[in-house]
């Protein structure tokens, strides 16, 4: 097992992993994409576990079924307990995205994942995620 500073989503029952800096948006970018349909998994800190060539990812139990809403404050939400994990997003400043990127891996306890940089606050980075989550990379 192996926890890492990241929030961690579900789309269509795959596992997107946001990880940035402290204050990078990934709460933010989490919230507007349950908004849209997504399910919380875990916030701040994630817990990754790989078994049978899998890599899943779960909140750590003293925080699971909270996020942390800037301006609101910690808010109880419902989470799922566990969920595979499909994305890892790298959150990045605008001039920093690449224009027609590579097709990237990271190699997570032993698991490739797919990874993607995006601008978290462009008004298009929840549609760009659900675009590479249904279209994997690997």
């Known amino acids: ?23 990078a948006g990934k709460s933010d970018l989490a919230l507007r994409l349950i908004d ?12 990754l576990r790989a078994a049978d060539g ?5 909140a750590p139990p003293a925080i699971a079924g909270r996020i942390e809403v800037r301006g609101i404050g910690i808010v109880a939400m419902s989470c799922l307990a ?7 997003v790298d ?10 990127p590579e097709p990237r891996v990271c ?4 698991i490739d ?6 601008a978290p ?5 929840t549609a760009k995620i659900r675009l590479a989550v249904r279209r994997p990379l690997r």
């Open 54 to 58: 899998r890599l899943t990812a779960a």
């Open 36 to 47: 849209e349909g997504a399910h919380l998994v875990a916030d701040d800190q994630v817990e």
């Open 82 to 88: 566990d969920v595979e994990v499909g994305l890892l």
């Open 1 to 23: 097992m192996r926890r890492i500073h990241a929030t961690c989503i579900a789309i269509d029952g795959r596992g997107v992993l946001l990880r940035g800096a402290s204050g």
């Open 91 to 100: 959150l990045v400043r605008s001039p920093d995205v690449e224009r027609l």
């Open 107 to 110: 190699r997570i306890e032993g």
């Open 121 to 125: 606050f462009e008004a298009s980075a």
């Open 113 to 118: 994942v797919p990874v993607i940089a995006l």
